[in-house]
Antibody
Framework: EEQLVESGGGLVQPGGSLRLSCAAS????????MSWVRQAPGKGLEWVAN????????YYVDSVKGRFTISRDNAKNSLYLQMNSLRAEDTAVYYC??????????????WGQGTLVTVSS | DIQMTQSPSTLSASVGDRVTITCRAS??????LAWYQQKPGKAPKLLIY???TLESGVPSRFSGSGSGTEFTLTISSLQPDDFATYYC?????????FGQGTKVEI
């Protein structure tokens, strides 16, 4: 069964840092683009970042550029999101998702169960 | 950036109803569009990609159509399990974007 499991969420103060992890299983992780997508409480879905199979290309939504870094370790079948300079508006459930890329982007399937990040003092 | 707008934001319907949700893109995205279903406290689930291709295992009562800037998701006969929030998503650009969602409620 293809599965993604996120971890690393929690409560952090504004300006703080957090590193999210996503463990993949049931598929060949190294041949897929991967993404992080977030959802603020009671709000819609927002794409956060994409990373190519070998990590050579990365894309970010404007609101996190310079603060968040997406990375991966294909040997460990793992995806990461390093989040620095966190703001209250970064509070959300963060999902990792596999990307089925067509040309420059793609659709997301499967998704992990999500991990909640709360930025508050 | 390409903006996605869904309508309506909320839809009240009954079991057995035919339901249609519209998604409009701010510029042409060809058929690079996906639809997802999300239930409270759960991750989104892929329903349709390439505007009209049904994901494996998704009931045939779901269908998608459209190209360019206007797209629709149709549920031919609403079932109790279909009450959820539905999102469209474009993947035409390097910055994929979702619509704001349509909540289908009783």
């Amino acid at each position: 069964e293809e599965q993604l499991v996120e971890s690393g969420g929690g409560l952090v103060q504004p300006g703080g840092s957090l590193r999210l992890s996503c463990a993949a299983s049931g598929f060949t992780f190294s041949i897929y683009w991967m993404s992080w997508v977030r959802q603020a409480p009671g709000k819609g879905l927002e794409w956060v970042a994409n990373i190519k199979q070998d990590g050579s290309e990365k894309y970010y939504v404007d609101s996190v550029k310079g603060r968040f870094t997406i990375s991966r370790d294909n040997a460990k079948n793992s995806l990461y999101l390093q989040m620095n300079s966190l703001r209250a508006e970064d509070t959300a459930v963060y999902y990792c998702a596999r990307v089925h890329v067509i040309a420059v982007a793609g659709w997301f399937d499967p998704w992990g169960q999500g991990t909640l990040v709360t930025v508050s003092s | 950036d390409i903006q996605m707008t869904q309508s309506p934001s909320t839809l009240s319907a009954s079991v057995g109803d035919r339901v249609t949700i519209t998604c409009r893109a701010s510029q042409s995205i060809s058929n690079w569009l996906a639809w997802y279903q999300q239930k409270p406290g759960k991750a989104p689930k892929l329903l349709i990609y390439k505007a009209s291709t049904l994901e494996s295992g998704v009931p045939s009562r779901f269908s998608g159509s459209g190209s360019g800037t206007e797209f629709t998701l149709t549920i031919s006969s609403l079932q109790p399990d279909d009450f959820a929030t539905y999102y469209c998503q474009q993947y035409y650009s390097y910055s994929p974007a979702f619509g704001q969602g349509t909540k289908v409620e009783i």
